[in-house]
C-alpha cells in the first residue's frame, strides 16, 4: 500500500514558478513509477509527467514540455514538479500517482493505482 501527500501548491502570476511535492509511504515506493496529473474545472485529468522508478527516465505532455521537470529523490520517498514560465492555462488541481512495475513511462490515468489528495495551483494574468 502506498499513500501520496503532495503540497507546494499556491497562487502566483503569470511567468513565475513553483515546486510541487509528493511525498510517500510504504518502503516499496521507490520501486514504483509516478506520475502528474492535472485537472481544471469542467475538464478531463490530464498527464502532465512520468518518471521511472530510478529517475532514468521521464516524459512530458505536450503543454509542458520545456517549462515543467519531474525528478525524484528515492532516499526522501519524494517525487518533485518543477514548473517555470507558468501561464493562467496551467491553473489546476495537480495530483501525484504511483503505479507498480516502475520501467514503463505510463500516460493514462487508468494506469496508476495509487493517487494523492491534489493541490490547487492557480496561475493569475
Known amino acids: 500500500q502506498v499513500q501520496l501527500v503532495e503540497s507546494g501548491g499556491g497562487l502566483v502570476q503569470a511567468g513565475g514558478s513553483l515546486r510541487l511535492s509528493c511525498a510517500a509511504s510504504g518502503r516499496t515506493f521507490v520501486s514504483y513509477g509516478v506520475g502528474w496529473f492535472r485537472q481544471a474545472p469542467g475538464k478531463e485529468r490530464e498527464f502532465v509527467a512520468s518518471i521511472t522508478w530510478s529517475g532514468g527516465a521521464t516524459y512530458y505532455g505536450d503543454s509542458v514540455k520545456g517549462r515543467f521537470t519531474i525528478s525524484r529523490d528515492n532516499a526522501k520517498n519524494t517525487v518533485y514538479l518543477q514548473m517555470i514560465s507558468l501561464k493562467p492555462e496551467d491553473t489546476a488541481v495537480y495530483y501525484c500517482?504511483?503505479?507498480?512495475?516502475?520501467?514503463?513511462?505510463?500516460?493514462?490515468?487508468?494506469?496508476?493505482?495509487?493517487w494523492g489528495q491534489g493541490t490547487q495551483v492557480t496561475v493569475s494574468s
Open positions: 500517482a504511483a503505479r507498480p512495475g516502475g520501467r514503463i513511462l505510463a500516460t493514462n490515468t487508468y494506469e496508476y493505482d495509487y
